[in-house]
C-alpha cells in the first residue's frame, strides 16, 4: 500500500555529480524521517544522509561536505544531491522512510519502507 520509487543513479566520472530521487506513494498518512542508504559489493548496507520531517540532517563523515539531504513534504520526496563523486561511492543507494500508513476502518500503522534501490557507479 506504500512504494518508494528511486530515479536517478547512473555512470559518471569521478568528480561528477548526480542527484537522486525518491517519491512515497500511497495510503500515507505522514512521514517521520526519510534517509539514503547504500551497499557496495561485499559490504553492509549504511547509513549515508538522513532527514527528520523538520528538517535536521546527519550524513555519514565519508559524504560530509560532498552530499546533501533534502525533502519536499508536499511530494512526500527526498532527495540526494551527490557532488565531488569517488569511486568508493560506487554502490547501490537505497531510500528509506518512516511513514504511517491508513490501513482502513480507523486504523493506522508505522513502519520502515524500502525502495528498490538504484546503481550508481563513479569511474576513476
Known amino acids: 500500500q506504500v512504494q518508494l520509487v528511486e530515479s536517478g543513479g547512473g555512470l559518471v566520472q569521478a568528480g561528477g555529480s548526480l542527484r537522486l530521487s525518491c517519491a512515497a506513494s500511497g495510503s500515507i498518512f505522514s512521514i517521520n524521517a526519510m534517509g539514503w542508504y547504500r551497499q557496495a559489493p561485499g559490504k553492509q548496507r549504511e547509513l549515508v544522509a538522513a532527514i527528520t520531517s523538520g528538517g535536521s540532517t546527519n550524513y555519514a563523515d565519508s559524504v560530509k561536505g560532498r552530499f546533501t539531504i533534502s525533502r519536499d513534504n508536499a511530494k512526500n520526496t527526498v532527495y540526494l544531491q551527490m557532488n565531488s563523486l569517488k569511486p568508493e561511492d560506487t554502490a547501490v543507494y537505497y531510500c528509506?522512510?518512516?511513514?504511517?500508513?491508513?490501513?482502513?476502518?480507523?486504523?493506522?500503522?508505522?513502519?520502515?519502507?524500502w525502495g528498490q534501490g538504484t546503481q550508481v557507479i563513479v569511474s576513476s
Open positions: 528509506n522512510a518512516n511513514i504511517r500508513a491508513y490501513y482502513g476502518t480507523g486504523s493506522y500503522r508505522t513502519s520502515d519502507y
